[in-house]
Nanobody
Framework: QVQLVESGGGLVQPGGSLKLSCAAS????????MGWYRQAPGKERELVAV???????NYADSVKGRFTISKDDGKKTVYLQMSSLKPEDTAVYYC??????????WGQGTQVTVSA
C-alpha cells in the first residue's frame, strides 16, 4: 500500500527556516489531497496546511505568511517551507494523504524544534 516518508526536520533558532518533504510511494498515480499536521507536547494534532490536486491551498492562521505548502506530482512529493520560525512551532510534523477512495495514510512524523 501507500507509504509516506517525511524528512527535513531538525533544530533551528527562532527566525530560522526549514523545508520539510513528504515522499509518497506505492499505489499512487497523483496527489489528490495532502496536508501537513503537527502535534506539540500535551496537545492534539492540528492542521498546518493542505494542498489539493488542483493546487488549492489552505493554512492555519498561526502559520499564514510564514509557511508555504507545495507539491511535485512527478516526484509524488509534498513540501512545507517554513520561515520565521517561532518556539511555538516546535512539534512533530506529520504528512497526511487522502486517496480518491477515502483512505487516510499518515507518515511517521519528523521533529521540528525551534529554540535558542
Amino acid at each position: 500500500q501507500v507509504q509516506l516518508v517525511e524528512s527535513g526536520g531538525g533544530l533551528v533558532q527562532p527566525g530560522g527556516s526549514l523545508k520539510l518533504s513528504c515522499a509518497a510511494s506505492g499505489s499512487i498515480l497523483s496527489i489528490n489531497y495532502m496536508g501537513w499536521y503537527r502535534q506539540a507536547p500535551g496537545k492534539e494534532r492540528e492542521l498546518v496546511a493542505v494542498i489539493t490536486r488542483g493546487g488549492n491551498t489552505n493554512y492555519a492562521d498561526s502559520v499564514k505568511g510564514r509557511f508555504t505548502i507545495s507539491k511535485d506530482d512527478g516526484k509524488k512529493t509534498v513540501y512545507l517551507q517554513m520561515s520565521s520560525l517561532k518556539p511555538e512551532d516546535t512539534a512533530v510534523y506529520y504528512c497526511k494523504r487522502l486517496s480518491a477512495l477515502g483512505t487516510i495514510t499518515w507518515g511517521q512524523g519528523t521533529q521540528v524544534t525551534v529554540s535558542a
